[in-house]
């Protein structure tokens, strides 16, 4: 029976999730396999290991186990932080004025701000116990970079962090939170790998971008001994890690009787969102509910809304293994939309081939309306959000004024990633009436696309 | 019996304080009342009630009722952000290698950032609830004025912010964070009241202090119709509204049967640490634990280690009443550190009678030191820590390492009362090692001190 929710619910730390939930395991179709970009085959798992961590690749490549246990360890780590909140909107409904329940799953009780330490606590205590002494990454908006430093702090490893350089002068103060954990942050492109030199020999002025800032983390991994890469979405591993979030979400909303009716979550590489729909999505895709599950992207990056469904690289030196996702290509230059941790040419594979199937609908939005979402919402729950989550803010919104138009009272939940403690610069453009929307024309769509290899596996998917 | 706690414990909603607690009730000897700064006389309700919501003036006045209650509406705002968690900090334990148990009461984890939504919250709604149209305040560190301007934002009230010069200038984020909730941040000293632009004529350069934006803040209030000023620390009803903290954490620790052996909060104002150890320290006055209270201050602005027991005025241009505290002298200058939180001449009335009476004691920090133990605390226990509750860290570490020294396993219990995020040029300079410490001279104190008035008050009590 249903039962009304209190404004928030912890689980206790009895019902923690001991086991990450595998959202492949039930999919009936799965993506292709990564592709080896000098030869065009499969990756083989030695391929893999050569960049990621053994035990990462084993994840990686899990298709079948639906549950993967939590190594103790890491279970430690999650209660420093962990279980994050979910709450009930009351007072959102309220300045609504909506019949709809809106709830949201908090994950920016952190010092990272976000649910990115889900996958940094995992990937940096693998890391560890593979007896590495580094590891390399690369972050946008900053809030990866700062997980995956609280994380190698925490387990003794060292990091070297490429950060997009617009983001690393927008945000000192990120780059100074990673330091104060030990992280040495390198603003990409870079003069300290070749791909960041040839990068900026061929754009000299350019802002950098997330694929670019893979590139040389790669490269550098790659160059260092005892090192490995690690990233903090995209890949299913990360998605993996992030199932906490919709395990936790999903204990707590039984234990009130609670079954949601949409699923709503922000889109960049797709880990917080494919976390917080596996277990609802693993139960749909066996048909034991009827759940809408929403991705919302940037109009400015709108991969899942005007991508194509191709072999592309992960990063934009092409250095990486492809993957079969939803991509505006490799070579696309996202606008300087204010959320950075959604600035990515391609998506998540399991997200994307879940939208392929029809299983997720997509939808995209500009930023001033995102800020618009942000700021109603900070003003009644109290929680100034990323822009990143803002963008589920707007969607949940959406969704809850549809339903005062028609009288359903539907029950809304939406993953609140993060808080915008470090965006700050974007909220003085908003309130100084200063931001402007970026959409890219039909012609920047056309320069992106063009940049999708042209493989083998490719010419047979057309 | 004493129960192993979990890393962290909330309290369920039903848990929470209906209730909060008044510890003047339990206080033999009590400071005396404040004196109107024109004729020296004890302030009758109705001058105070010229400056502050009616009902704060009541509950400042109160000094027999141990309980009052938490009106529904207050308790409402509160569940959107507390319970607060209480956390066993195993990890440091483990890195300090101690005997001692570590436990800390966190309350960062909301947009204000620190504790100062308890009171902000309180004091919006007796304002709005009084039929004001706005309210005025001062703010140092940026974290009170944030909190008040989430408060007002919730209730539907105006708010000028008078912030700090140096302040404004070094948290450029921290004005737009309050921007963003809607109130109009001054910085000060301003040329937007007589007590601002006087301060300016004196002393052209000045970066300001928190006793000029109260000046400026009051004068603000007292020319506005339907407007009151509110103040974030020092007075008797914030340190009830900050109650809850200690009464969550006393509710929270006998669910498993542990009595803190020490109890240790960081001292500006003295609210946090007030807040924190009032239901205990009730008890203690009624002979019922043998708790020590340790309060600790910079050593740049060391009021209760260096100040004298005096009545002084709360700021520095002198039209606000005088108060009974230790005070460094309302003409004291402190020197930049970045614990802005911590940097005022003068201290809670009630804190300052408890110490003046034997029953806390006090210690000083070099902010060197305080980054030091704010940086290990980050890295073990996964937040970072504001510099001013840093303070706490460092003598709760302090302690602990005695322990280890002395074999004993005392339970430390300390007060964690916001987060560093909006800090970083404090830790940048701690990274660089280009942090210094500043002691104030004797001459400095003695400078300082000139500026305690020369009253009947002051004279018999010599």
């Known amino acids: 029976m249903e039962k009304e929710m209190p404004y928030k619910v912890y689980l206790t730390e009895e019902e923690m999730p001991r086991y990450w939930y595998n959202v492949k395991a039930h999919m009936k179709s799965k993506h292709g396999p990564f592709l080896n970009p000098v030869n065009g085959k499969p990756c083989t798992k030695k391929d893999l290991q050569a960049v990621f961590c053994d035990e990462c690749v084993e994840q990686e490549l899990n298709e079948t186990d639906e549950l993967i246990e939590i190594p103790r360890e890491i279970r430690d780590f999650y209660r420093m932080f962990r279980p994050s909140p979910l709450v009930r909107a009351y007072f959102l409904e309220r300045a609504l004025d909506t019949p709809a329940q809106i709830y949201y799953k908090f994950e920016g009780n952190n010092t990272s701000g976000s649910h990115k330490l889900n996958s940094a606590a995992a990937q940096a205590y693998y890391a560890k116990k ?180 191709a072999y592309d690289f992960c990063d934009s030196a092409k250095i990486t293994p492809m993957a079969q996702m939803y991509t505006l290509g490799c070579g696309f230059m996202p606008s300087p939309n204010h959320a950075g941790g959604l600035r990515y040419h391609g998506m998540s594979p399991v997200i994307s081939r879940l939208y392929h199937d029809g299983y997720i609908r997509a939808v995209s939005a500009e930023q001033s309306k995102v800020f618009d979402a942000a700021v109603m919402f900070a003003k009644c729950e109290g929680i100034l959000p990323a822009p990143e989550s803002s963008h589920a803010i707007k969607a949940a919104i959406d969704a809850a004024l549809e339903c005062k138009e028609n009288g359903q009272s539907k029950k809304i939940l939406f993953g609140l990633t993060g808080t915008g403690y470090f965006d700050m610069s974007a909220y003085k453009q908003y309130n100084d009436k200063t931001m402007a929307d970026f959409i890219p024309t039909d012609a920047d769509l056309a320069k992106g696309f063009a940049t999708i290899p042209n493989c083998e596996a490719n010419k047979n998917n057309r």
Chains 1, 2 share one sequence.
């Open 130 to 309: 593979q007896g590495l002494k580094s590891v390399t990454t690369e972050t946008g908006a900053g809030q990866w970079g700062t997980a995956l430093s609280m994380a190698c702090a925490f387990y003794g490893l060292g990091l070297d962090v490429y950060m997009v350089k617009v983001s690393a002068e927008q945000k000192p103060h990120r780059r100074e939170v990673m330091r104060t954990y030990g992280a040495n942050v390198v603003a990409s492109p870079s003069d300290t790998t070749e791909a960041g030199r040839k990068i900026l020999a061929e754009f000299p002025g350019t802002g950098g971008s997330l694929g670019c800032a893979i590139s040389e983390a790669v490269e550098k991994a790659r160059s260092t001994p005892s090192c490995r890469y690690v990233l903090g979405s995209v890949l299913d591993h990360v998605l993996l890690h992030q199932s906490v979030i919709g395990l936790e979400c999903k204990t707590a909303l039984e234990k009130y009787g609670i079954t949601p009716d949409v699923i709503i979550g922000c889109c960049g590489g797709g880990s917080n969102f494919g976390g917080l729909i596996a277990p609802f999505m693993g139960e749909r895709l066996e048909g034991g509910n009827n759940i809408e599950f929403i991705g919302v992207e940037p109009a400015s990056c709108p991969t899942l809304t005007k991508g194509r469904y």
